[in-house]
Structure formats: C-alpha cells, structure tokens
C-alpha cells in the first residue's frame, strides 16, 4: 500500500519490520523469509528506493545477516543500540558485517538504557557516534517522544508546556527538550554538547 502511494518519491526508505526478535526469531529461518517475500511486493511499485531489513535480537546482530545477505539492490540492514546498554560486542558484530560488506543503516539508536530509562550517557553515546561517523553509517536517533515519559526522549512531550499543535510544528525552544534530546541536537548540527546546568 505505501510502495503504491510513495513509490515515485524519491525521498522514501522503507523498513520492513522494527526489531524482530522473539524465542525462534532467527535470520535464516525467519527474517530473511519474511524479507524475501515482503520485498518483491515493494519493487513492484517501487524499483529503486532503499528497503532496510531488520536483523536478529532487537536488531543488534547485523552479522548473522552478513553470512546469508539478501539478494537484490539498494538493500539495507538495521542496526540499534542504546549507548548506556551496548557496547563493544555490539560495534564488534558490526565490525564483522562491514568486513563482508553488508550495508548498514541505524535506524535507532538512544543515549540511555534500551529500557528508555536510567541516565543519558553522553561518553557511551560518543564512542558510538564516532564509530558510525568513522564507518559511514547514518542513523536516526530515539525518539521526539510520546506520551510515555522515557529519558531517551528528545522532548518533554508528556509535559504541557507546550500544545499538541505546537510539539507536532518543531524549532522547540530548549527547556521544551530533555537532556537526551540537547545531546541529539548538539549532534545533528555539529556543536559542542554543553550539560545544563
């Protein structure tokens, strides 16, 4: 139905499923089927937009699709972490996918715990982003927020400082935005995170 609606755009990334994981949730029996049988559907609207897969465990293990890639073009695959949870296992399992070439995109990714809890961890999260900086790897960060308060949040979405209409417009001044959300500011422009004080 989206590939339908979108699939002149050239502006549009499809993610086929977030985080598939569960007991029996593997790549070769179970993700992989599914993208094989998803992604025909997708080209026959859309020929060329990138489509992302989601990998094993939440979509941390990007190397077990490494040893069994799809086939077909303009085929990405999904990493998240939460910088407080994951740490060099996790870049390693990435360093073993782009050592067979497997295209990677981050799709999601939180300064805090993978619970959306506990603190922001700024030293954590730089070692990550200078990973994926130095790996060419995008990402996406986690997330504007919801109406479930979570220390990942960017904004204070639950609060009601500010209206519906203006949460959904953006350009917040910054004691409308968390701390997670000033430390993915500081990172998408460029700029020294400075902590509030």
């Known amino acids: 139905r989206i590939s339908a609606l979108y699939g002149d755009c050239p502006n549009v990334i499809y993610e086929i499923c977030n985080e598939p994981n569960g007991e029996g949730v593997d790549w070769d029996n179970c993700i992989k089927p599914y993208a094989e049988a998803v992604i025909p559907a997708i080209r026959e609207n859309d020929p060329d937009n990138i489509i992302i897969v989601g990998t094993p465990n939440w979509s941390q293990f990007v190397d077990e699709a490494a ?62 982003l200078a990973f994926l900086a130095e790996n060419n790897i995008s990402w996406c960060n986690w997330s504007i927020g919801g109406p479930t308060p979570e220390m990942s949040n960017a904004l204070k979405w639950a609060s009601d400082y500010l209206t519906r209409e203006e949460k959904y417009q953006g350009h917040w001044p910054d004691e409308f935005i968390t701390t997670s959300g000033l430390y993915a500011k500081s990172q998408i422009l460029g700029i020294e995170y400075v902590p509030a004080t």
Not at 91 to 115: H, M, Q, Y
């Open 67 to 128: 040893k069994n890639p799809l086939e077909g073009e303009n085929i990405m695959y999904t990493l998240h972490f939460y910088a407080a949870s994951h740490g060099q296992e996790n870049r390693d399992r990435v360093i073993e996918a782009l050592d067979k070439n497997l295209p990677i995109f981050c799709t999601e990714w939180g300064s805090t715990c993978d619970s959306g809890g506990g603190h922001v961890d700024t030293e954590a999260s730089d070692i990550w």
